[in-house]
């Protein structure tokens, strides 16, 4: 966990960016800001503890920076979009490239401060869990050497890609994954396989953890995330 967090802000709006860094600075962060989508990827990206990207930017829009940020840089950093476009059709799309919040323009600087505090705090939390091979969540625990879930104690086996599943959603705890963002991340590029799949191990999932299977749970029309 870092002493200072970094918060890279990436919006055409100049003052926008002005009263961001200025506001959150003031919260104690680091803050750097761009105007464009193509001057966020010339950033050290994986230096960064959270990014606010507008959506409507220039040549790039802050979706096509999100995806190319997770599908090809591998960059996990939590992302809140920042827009004026809040429709269903766009949150569908923002979370299916990943993204972990949405802020609604205009936004209240309180509001985003306040938003900004829990993601990173519960960001820093899972990274700091994971620097042991076991990551605790209520009453079960995930051993990444093993591969296998522990629940109260006792060792439940799972499959390769069950286990798979579970750790990213439990290492993303509140993160929505849509299904094609879980096919994309747990299933090779050459394997053919369908939406079904996912719900077909997830309910898998959710039987072997018995009463627990609550934590995995389902968005309707958006996708799955882990919440204890």
Same mark, same amino acid.
Request: aromatic share 8%; with cysteine.
């Given at each position: 966990?870092?002493?200072?967090?970094?918060?890279?802000?990436?919006?055409?709006?100049?003052?926008?960016?002005?009263?961001?860094?200025?506001?959150?600075?003031?919260?104690?962060?680091?803050?750097?800001?761009?105007?464009?989508?193509?001057?966020?990827?010339?950033?050290?990206?994986?230096?960064?503890?959270?990014?606010?990207?507008?959506?409507?930017?220039?040549?790039?829009?802050?979706?096509?920076?999100?995806?190319?940020?997770? =599908?090809? $840089?591998?960059?996990?950093?939590?992302? @809140?979009? &920042? +827009?004026?476009?809040?429709? %269903?059709?766009? !949150? #569908?799309?923002?979370?299916?490239?990943?993204?972990?919040?949405?802020?609604?323009?205009?936004?209240?600087?309180?509001?985003?401060?306040?938003?900004?505090?829990?993601?990173?705090?519960?960001?820093?939390?899972?990274?700091?869990?994971?620097?042991?091979?076991?990551?605790?969540?209520?009453?079960?625990?995930?051993?990444?050497?093993? =591969?296998? $879930?522990?629940?109260?104690?006792?060792? @439940?086996? &799972? +499959?390769?890609?069950?286990? %798979?599943?579970? !750790? #990213?959603?439990?290492?993303?705890?509140?993160?929505?994954?849509?299904?094609?963002?879980?096919?994309?991340?747990?299933?090779?590029?050459?394997?053919?396989?369908?939406?079904?799949?996912?719900?077909?191990?997830?309910?898998?999932?959710?039987?072997?953890?018995?009463?627990?299977?609550?934590?995995?749970?389902?968005?309707?029309?958006?996708?799955?995330?882990?919440?204890?």
């Amino acid at each position: 966990m870092r002493d200072i967090f970094r918060i890279l802000v990436a919006e055409d709006e100049e003052d926008i960016c002005e009263i961001l860094q200025f506001n959150l600075e003031s919260e104690g962060y680091k803050v750097d800001v761009v105007h464009s989508a193509e001057d966020a990827l010339k950033k050290k990206l994986a230096t960064y503890d959270l990014f606010l990207l507008d959506v409507m930017m220039g040549k790039m829009t802050g979706f096509a920076l999100a995806q190319k940020m997770r =599908k090809e $840089l591998d960059i996990t950093t939590p992302i @809140v979009f &920042l +827009t004026a476009r809040n429709n %269903e059709n766009d !949150l #569908l799309t923002g979370f299916s490239v990943g993204a972990d919040d949405y802020i609604a323009k205009p936004f209240s600087i309180r509001e985003l401060q306040a938003r900004v505090r829990t993601i990173l705090k519960r960001s820093s939390h899972l990274a700091t869990t994971e620097e042991s091979s076991v990551l605790e969540l209520g009453n079960i625990g995930l051993d990444n050497k093993t =591969k296998r $879930l522990i629940m109260d104690g006792k060792k @439940v086996e &799972l +499959t390769r890609k069950e286990f %798979e599943i579970i !750790l #990213l959603l439990a290492k993303n705890q509140g993160r929505i994954f849509s299904r094609e963002e879980i096919l994309d991340r747990i299933w090779a590029d050459d394997v053919i396989v369908t939406d079904r799949t996912v719900d077909v191990n997830m309910t898998r999932l959710r039987k072997k953890l018995g009463g627990y299977g609550q934590y995995i749970r389902n968005k309707a029309g958006y996708g799955y995330y882990f919440e204890v």
